[in-house]
């Protein structure tokens, strides 16, 4: 038997090598496993839609990502946040002042003035009636202050669901089909106000109802079946 030059055969070297070699390889396929896995924990969970986690650019105005706006006295930023974020890259943070008679809203979905505001899913391709309600993550301050979590649904009528920040840090909230309403202060001229929610819902927003002040967190929002 040959002989390497510090004293090991050349036939032990070898299969210490290749052992090494297969120890490498499967180290890798764990690193790239594992990022499979972190990448699927931010997509949706079995049995859910995930509609939009506020990835990537956030901008507003016309070619904007977010419909959003304020009138009366109202304003209203909205901005991609790094630091407090549920999941993912970022959340959606909004500053807002509600003024009195006021009002503004946060906007994503389908329809919008803005262009570039559309879910991860389209909207008409989504089974709704394997669904019972909406979802989205909220880090709350505790400040007291009421939000409406509004949907557009297929003729155009606006659904309110009511929420109040009386909790700190993330928190997910729920909102089923069944307890939304239709918004009676205010609807579009194109609603068909037939106070039925019809299918398929094309957008959300979310609207802190004034008078209030302060900043919120938001993250993921889905469609869940309770």
């Known amino acids: 038997m040959r002989r390497a030059k510090n004293g090991g055969s050349l036939t032990g070297n070898r299969r210490r090598f290749e052992e090494r070699a297969m120890k490498m390889r499967a180290g890798m396929w764990f690193l790239v496993f594992a990022s499979m896995a972190v990448g699927l924990s931010c997509q949706a969970r079995p049995g859910q839609v995930l509609l939009d986690d506020f990835e990537g650019v956030i901008t507003g105005g016309v070619n904007g990502t977010v419909d959003f706006g304020a009138g009366s006295g109202s304003n209203v ?37 803005a262009k570039n505001t559309a879910w991860l899913v389209a909207h008409d391709k989504i089974p709704w009636q394997k669904f019972t309600a909406f979802s989205f993550y909220m880090y709350g301050s505790d400040s007291k202050a009421k939000i409406a979590f509004d949907i557009k649904d297929s003729g155009n009528e606006y659904w309110r669901f009511m929420v109040e920040d009386n909790f700190t840090g993330w928190k997910q909230i729920v909102c089923p089909f069944a307890s939304f309403f239709a918004r009676g202060d205010w609807q579009p001229t194109s609603a068909d106000k037939n106070a039925v929610l019809n299918f398929p819902v094309k957008s959300f927003q979310f609207e802190p109802r004034p008078p209030a002040r302060g900043t919120l967190y938001f993250d993921r929002v889905e469609l869940i079946s309770q």
């Open 77 to 113: 930023q909205v901005v991609a946040n790094r630091e407090i974020k549920y999941s993912g890259d970022q959340s959606l943070e909004v500053v807002y002042d509600a003024a009195k008679e006021g009002y503004l809203w946060v906007a994503r979905g389908f329809g919008l003035d």
